[in-house]
């Protein structure tokens, strides 16, 4: 069965970017009607959406981080990535990465990686 | 503060029914976006619980149901176990937000 995997650096300091890469394994990125998400969670916190990317290269981002995101994805290697810049503390999370179901009214997320946290400090 | 909106907890005794709401607006919900729902443990991720307001992915029990009314919807569990004890996220679609995908707050399950 399909899984996730999320990897990146567990550390970042303030103003720099935030990179991580999900690994899709047990299946083809680019097969059936899935787009590729990234959500995250503040400890003790509720989800916040980051954000999508279809395997033809298009996106979309949540407003609010849209200025400091760009969402990517690598066919060849079963792989998706985010990049979040100037970080600050406000962006330590456990951030999610997850498959998710667009062939219907509303998408959801069946698939999800385990998370890995990311912690923003000097 | 979150778009969708859920109570921040709510409590039952073994075998009790309890419902989570999840309140919206006209651009979400209301506008005829679907509901689903995520059960999350501490320190694991949020597993798919209802999708499409009440249907219910494979493996999924039945004492898992959910229900949508116009600008809420509602997840009801019934013959609470212990095991239940957990988070639930409601989501749906925003039609002001750029196409975001958005969450309720989160509500807490304890089973008394």
């Known amino acids: 069965q399909v899984q996730l995997q999320e990897s990146g650096p567990g550390l970042v300091k303030p103003s720099q970017t935030l990179s991580l890469t999900c690994t899709v394994s047990?299946?083809?990125?680019?097969?059936?009607?899935?787009?590729w998400s990234w959500i995250r969670q503040p400890a003790g916190k509720g989800l916040e959406w980051i954000g999508r990317?279809?395997?033809?290269?298009?996106?979309n981002y949540n407003p609010s981080l849209k200025s400091r995101v760009t969402i990517s994805v690598d066919t060849s290697k079963n792989q998706f990535s985010l990049n979040l810049r100037s970080v600050t503390a406000a962006d330590t999370a456990v951030y999610y990465c997850?498959?998710?179901?667009?062939?219907?009214?509303?998408?959801?997320?069946?698939?999800w990686g385990q998370g890995t946290h990311v912690t923003v400090s000097s | 503060q979150s778009v969708l909106t859920q109570p921040p907890s709510v409590s039952g005794a073994p075998g009790q029914r309890v419902t989570i709401s999840c309140t919206g607006s006209?651009?979400?919900?209301?506008?005829?976006?679907?509901v689903h729902w995520y059960q999350q443990f501490p320190g694991t991720a949020p597993k798919l619980l209802v999708y499409?307001?009440?249907h219910r992915p494979s493996g999924v029990p039945e004492r898992f149901s959910g229900s949508k009314s116009g600008t809420s919807a509602s997840l009801a569990i019934t013959g609470l176990r212990a095991e239940d004890e957990a988070d639930y996220y409601c989501?749906?679609?925003?039609?002001?937000?750029?196409?975001?995908?958005?969450f309720g707050g989160g509500t807490r399950l304890t089973v008394l």
């Open positions: 997850a498959r998710t179901n667009y062939d219907v009214l509303t998408p959801f997320s069946s698939i």
């Open positions: 047990g299946g083809s990125i680019s097969g059936g009607t899935f787009y």
């Open positions: 990317v279809f395997t033809s290269g298009s996106t």
């Open positions: 006209s651009s979400n919900i209301g506008a005829g976006y679907d």
């Open positions: 499409g307001n009440s």
């Open positions: 989501q749906s679609y925003d039609s002001t937000l750029s196409g975001s995908e958005v």
